[in-house]
């Protein structure tokens, strides 16, 4: 924060510059909130140095209470894996980048602008944001009012606010893009029209879930309305908790009762999704992600069993029978190569194509909302559910998806996507402003589609580059050489 006039973060970019323009000759400085893989990243990033001071790192910050932010920061808390990461040591830099860092600024000698990035917990931006100075170069994680999208209820309310709006200026038609989230109700506030709802038909099953929690916590699966009467009478009752909203909001859901299984079991899909701008919306999109299974076969028979039915890691870890070795996960490669192996490679691009559908509405549902700073950017972890017709599903959108590595390779996809997130966001000035494609992430949206480009057509064996979105989630992500080349390629250009 500057010592001089406070200027709201969101007014940033009106008059207020960093006068000395954005050249320097020294290291980048950054600050950290979490101790896992996102450090690990930073310090093994060559010439990037830690900001030393108290109160950088915080301690398991992902059980950290989502009320403590202030009333507004409710956003759900990340889901965190429960296992400290497999590696606390430092790994070196996976680009092989050894450039000097010429476009840095020097460094601001006051109080909060001597980094230069910072990688902050939820809670601390919403108690700072409002009145913090950031320089021209200054990035740091989060929009200031991420929980728009990210807390269960606020993110059904602005998808029907946007689907409602498609159908008033496009047609009944166009607004069936929008039905890859289940029908869900706030509770307290639309108890009545869900009780409608329940009664128009019987037999279904919902699920019940606190708006503002996670990993699975408070959630619970009924049929008959006398089950929530019951809740509502008892643990629904807030007065043992102090922390708790009086009374809690809830979502009441439909439950998709025909998941896609495997082996059986049900599973759900992470993927990474980076905005680093919602003015104009620029989207990129991971390749690499996972499944999540659960440990126990499915069955409609138990739906007070969470082992069957919820696919946290936070809550599967704890079932009896589950194997920490084999762990429950899949990665989205493996997971796209058995789903095109038994449906072919066209039913699997239709699938994948829908997850694309549900990040840009999902985004353009709150585009409009969000607090838009160039300085900030956001890496969501988007919760997919595959229905037995392979159609995607949209279950929650995480604004602080764990970084915490459950095993070996988990810790090296983590690694990976983050370590891109950095080469994506560029402090280091080595691209051109124009790839679409660095390390792992391509670009997916930039005020509009973005297509594929020759020679990167992997997943997409049928298409022309005219008609192929530069979407490759679940494809070959050999991001090492990618970005070999990719820094190759910038450099001559930049030369010439
Ligand atoms: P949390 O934030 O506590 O993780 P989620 O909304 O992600 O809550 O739900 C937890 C799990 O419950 C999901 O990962 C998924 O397996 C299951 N689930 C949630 N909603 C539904 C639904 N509508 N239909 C089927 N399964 C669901």
Redesign the pocket.
């Known amino acids: 924060m500057s010592k001089g006039t406070k200027v709201p973060g969101y007014m940033q970019g009106k008059g207020s510059r960093n006068p000395r323009g954005i050249i320097g000759d020294r290291e980048i400085r950054y600050k950290c909130s979490l101790q896992n893989t996102i450090l690990d990243v930073l310090r093994g990033r060559p010439g990037w140095q830690e900001v030393p001071g108290q109160n950088n790192i915080q301690p398991n910050v992902n059980q950290a209470n989502p009320k403590q932010a202030g009333q507004q920061s409710t956003g759900?808390q990340q889901?965190n894996t429960g296992k400290s990461g497999s590696g606390s040591t430092t790994q070196g830099t996976t680009s092989g980048y050894k450039g000097s860092f010429q476009s840095i600024p020097p460094i601001t000698r006051n109080s909060d602008g001597d980094w230069d990035f910072y990688w902050c917990d939820r809670e601390w931006l919403a108690q700072n944001y409002d009145t913090m100075f950031l320089y021209e170069h200054q990035k740091i994680l989060h929009f200031r009012n991420h929980y728009e999208l990210t807390r269960?209820n606020l993110m059904v309310k602005n998808l029907k606010r946007l689907k409602k709006q498609t159908e008033r200026e496009l047609g009944k038609a166009e607004g069936q893009s929008f039905e890859f989230f289940?029908t869900t109700y706030e509770l307290p506030s639309e108890y009545h029209i869900f009780v409608e709802e329940f009664k128009k038909n019987p037999g279904i099953i919902w699920?019940m879930?606190?708006a503002a929690?996670?990993?699975?916590?408070?959630?619970f699966l009924f049929r008959r309305l006398k089950d929530i009467t019951d809740w509502k009478k008892g643990e629904y009752q807030p007065l043992s908790d102090p922390n708790r909203e009086v009374p809690e909001t809830y979502v009441v859901?439909?439950?998709?009762?025909n998941?896609y299984l495997i082996g059986g079991r049900?599973f759900?899909v992470r993927v990474y999704v980076l905005v680093v701008s919602y003015n104009p919306l620029k989207v990129w999109l991971y390749r690499s992600g996972f499944a999540?299974f659960?440990n126990t076969r499915f069955s409609l028979d138990s739906i007070e069993d969470t082992y069957v039915?919820?696919?946290?890691v936070?809550?599967q870890k704890n079932a009896p029978d589950y194997d920490p070795d084999k762990g429950c996960k899949w990665s989205t490669q493996q997971l796209r190569k058995y789903l095109s192996a038994k449906h072919g490679v066209e039913a699997v691009k239709k699938a994948f194509k829908g997850i694309d559908n549900i990040i840009i509405k999902s985004l353009q549902s709150v585009q409009k909302i969000i607090i838009n700073d160039k300085h900030c950017f956001e890496m969501y972890g988007y919760?997919v559910?595959f229905d037995s017709d392979l159609k995607p599903?949209l279950?929650?959108i995480?604004a602080s998806p764990s970084l915490t590595a459950s095993g070996k390779e988990d810790y090296d996809l983590k690694f990976g996507l983050l370590n891109d997130l950095l080469n994506v966001l560029d402090l280091e000035n080595r691209l051109t402003g124009k790839e679409k494609r660095v390390g792992g992430w391509d670009l997916l949206w930039e005020d509009g589609p973005i297509l594929a480009d020759d020679g990167n057509m992997e997943c997409a064996p049928n298409g022309t580059t005219a008609s192929i979105p530069n979407s490759f989630l679940g494809c070959h992500n050999e991001r090492k050489r990618q970005l070999r080349e990719l820094y190759t390629a910038a450099q001559s250009i930049k030369k010439s």
């Open positions: 759900q889901a269960k289940p699920i879930k606190p929690r996670a990993q699975g916590r408070g959630i859901q439909r439950y998709i009762e998941p049900k759900d999540r659960s039915h919820l696919t946290n936070a809550i919760d559910l599903w279950i929650e995480n």
